[in-house]
């Protein structure tokens, strides 16, 4: 069975600060890093781009609008020539909504191998599977990767979003819950192969329910051992 990726999300009150968080989540055993520029105070984009430029590779980037969630108030175009800038360095994946795709040229988020990733998320409730099953065949006709988040309200949302995986290639969705009630999610798209999972470092949490690195390391060995209740 192919290893889910653990991806460490951080941010940082400066790009000095988001650097540190990086180099310390790949210390400590994550397999990727999603870099929240949206949720950083980012002065000099060129000096970004040097201090990241060892880890770049390993990284996610992901420059999120208010309006689906993030932090950055910046036009379309604004956030796509940073993030060009950085796929252009070589970086692993950029993640970007798939409803800034519907209207923007992304060709160039895949130079220098870079890999897309289409988001899309709902954080106030889990719609039915059929909805999301729409989604997330949207997202993979724009990305190399979809990723559809919800909100949990009770943990049956988290069959919902698991039933996907029963209809879409697992090695390129990446599908769960956000929320308390929504960690076992995390758990369901391991055991049924999504390429990437989740995780917060330490207390640095970037969503509502995200479990620590460290404890999802240990829940992905439980289930790659296939271990009773995972």
Not at 117 to 136: C, G, N, Q, R, Y
Not at 143 to 149: E, L, M, P
Not at 170 to 195: K, N, Q, T, Y
């Amino acid at each position: 069975m192919r290893k889910t990726l653990l991806c460490v999300s951080v941010y940082g009150s400066d790009e000095r600060e988001l650097v540190e968080r990086v180099s310390k989540a790949l210390e400590r055993g994550a397999d990727l890093v999603e870099t929240r520029l949206d949720l950083t105070n980012i002065s000099d984009t060129v000096r970004l781009r040097g201090l990241l430029k060892p880890y770049i590779e390993r990284l996610v980037i992901t420059l999120r609008p208010v309006d689906e969630g993030g932090g950055s108030r910046l036009s379309d175009g604004e956030r796509m020539a940073i993030l060009e800038s950085l796929a252009v360095e070589g970086a692993g994946f950029v993640d970007l909504e798939v409803k800034t795709l519907r209207a923007v040229d992304a060709s160039g988020l895949r130079r220098g191998g870079c890999k897309l990733i289409a988001s899309w998320h709902s954080f106030e409730e889990t719609p039915e599977t059929d909805m999301l099953a729409k989604v997330a065949e949207e997202c993979l006709r724009y990305g190399d990767v979809a990723k559809v988040v919800t909100y949990a309200r009770r943990r049956e949302d988290c069959l919902k979003v698991a039933e996907l995986y029963t209809s879409f290639d697992p090695a390129r969705l990446v599908a769960f819950c956000m929320g308390e009630a929504g960690w076992g999610s995390r758990i369901l798209s391991i055991a049924a192969g999504a390429p990437i999972a989740y995780a917060s470092l330490d207390d640095v949490k970037t969503a509502p329910g995200q479990l620590s690195l460290e404890l999802m390391k240990a829940l992905r060995d439980r289930v790659a051992a296939g271990a009773p209740g995972c």
